[in-house]
């Protein structure tokens, strides 16, 4: 069959709209060919998570967000957050998404920490949502009452120096304005280093999370061997007042002494010298003992065999006959 040119156009019109449509999915991270399973968590606030932000499980991308709408909720409104995993992962059902920050810039992501259910989640259920406890709100909390006092003692001083300033040459009061702009700008400063410091925890709040963990475990642990330790010390202080009053000195000395004798049995000994020198060094005395045994054995064995030979005793009957040594 004859395939006309209209045909082969709409097909290859077809297959271009398909591979536009993939690689516009693709570009937005959406994968069209991939697992797909959609999970939700209800925020109060989002504080700047947008659809595309990464989806987390240890720092690890398993999907992203896909849509965010504004939903009422027990007379509150509430954020709905729809989550697209684009990994085959099993997530416990109680597992929470916490809204965290991505980088320093204040890019958002959503942490999935797992819990420790035995049932997982399916494809359009609902997680526990929880956002991350802003740093930089609290420190606002903290230095509000400090730039307060800062300002007043800023209006108490612009009054002084209103006050001075009449009496002060010209010269002069440049200079003091010259400070408190100083003053100003380092507290300007320090306000931009809060934010930056904010910046910092919550990209390290991670790391800072496990050094406080370990620095507890050491705390407990002390505290747990508190009176071992003290007993450890204890002891240790008795042994060092022991070894102090010991004569020490006069240990070592016999002990040298000792070695020094034990050496000198050695050397004679190997050269040979006194009874273990020459059982050590010759062989003669060996070989007669061996022989001086093997003579015992034999003649033990024949005094069991033919005691009549070294014991003449007898009452009442025949005489028996001597067994020849070699035979036994």
Avoid at 6 to 21: H, M, N, T, Y
Avoid at 114 to 132: I, M, P, R, V
Avoid at 250 to 260: P, R, Y
Avoid at 282 to 302: E, H, I, P
Wanted: charged share 25%; glycine share 6%.
């Amino acid at each position: 069959m004859k395939v006309s040119k209209e045909f082969k156009i709409g097909v290859v019109i077809v297959l271009a709209i398909c591979a536009f449509i993939w690689g516009l999915n693709f570009l937005k991270g959406s994968n069209i060919f991939t697992h797909k399973d959609y999970l939700y968590a209800v925020y109060p606030k989002i504080d700047g998570l947008i659809p595309a932000n990464p989806v987390l499980v240890n720092g690890y991308k398993i999907g992203q967000v896909t849509d965010i709408s504004l939903i009422r909720q027990r007379d509150s409104n509430k954020v709905l957050v729809k989550f697209l995993l684009t990994e085959d992962i099993k997530i416990p059902r109680n597992s929470i998404a916490k809204s965290v920050s991505a980088d320093l810039l204040g890019s958002k992501a959503v942490e999935i920490v797992f819990g420790n259910s035995k049932d997982y989640a399916k494809n359009g259920d609902t997680l526990k949502a929880e956002a991350e406890a802003s740093f930089k709100a609290e420190l606002d909390k903290r230095i509000a009452p400090i730039q307060a006092k800062a300002e007043d003692l800023i209006v108490t001083m612009d009054s002084v120096i209103t006050v001075v300033s009449s009496i002060l040459n010209a010269k002069t009061r440049d200079n003091l304005d010259k400070s408190f702009e100083g003053v100003k700008k380092a507290i300007l400063t320090l306000e931009q280093t809060a934010y930056k410091l904010d910046d910092l925890v919550g990209s390290e709040k991670v790391k800072i999370s496990s050094i406080l963990s370990h620095l507890n475990g050491v705390t407990a642990n002390l505290d747990k061997n508190g009176a071992r330790i003290d007993s450890i010390l204890m002891n240790m202080d008795i042994v060092t007042s022991q070894l102090a009053k010991a004569q020490l000195k006069q240990a070592v000395e016999d002990a040298d002494k000792s070695l020094k004798e034990l050496n000198t049995l050695l050397a004679g000994i190997n050269a040979g010298q006194g009874t273990l020198g020459k059982l050590a060094k010759n062989d003669t005395l060996y070989r007669n003992l061996n022989k001086s045994t093997v003579d015992l054995d034999r003649l033990l064995k024949d005094l069991r065999l033919n005691p009549e030979r070294y014991i003449h005793f007898s009452v009442f009957g025949r005489k028996k006959k001597p067994v020849p040594i070699n035979e036994q």
